[in-house]
């Protein structure tokens, strides 16, 4: 049987390493076959972070002194697993005002 330290142990070094992974995604995506690697391995990284946090939770353990914290954060792992895959080159969203083009819009 595994100890529970060294399953969140683990689930935290996987949190880690998609968490630097997502935040050097824009190094990435300058390529666009490294844009793909680097999604498709944030992707399953953080797909094996939620296994490895519900495990954490089934196995007792406890996610920094909270036993209550694996499993919403299991199901937000895999939330932002399916954001990572989402490819949106550069489109704009969200529709809200640039403010680079406030002050434009007040000098015309």
Not at 2 to 15: D, G, H
Not at 21 to 44: C, D, G, P
Not at 63 to 86: D, H
């Amino acid at each position: 049987m595994v100890e529970t330290e060294l399953i969140e142990t683990l689930a935290q070094s996987m949190c880690f390493l998609s968490l630097t992974a997502f935040i050097f995604i824009a190094t990435f995506s300058r390529n666009e076959k490294m844009e793909l690697v680097a999604q498709n391995f944030i992707m399953f990284s953080l797909l094996l972070t939620a296994v490895i946090l519900w495990w954490l939770s089934s196995a007792g353990g406890e996610l920094w002194g909270s036993n209550y914290l694996p499993k919403p954060l299991a199901v937000l792992c895999v939330v932002v697993a399916v954001a990572a895959r989402m490819n949106i080159k550069g489109q704009n969203v969200s529709f809200g005002a640039n403010p680079h083009s406030i002050g434009r819009k007040e000098e015309e």
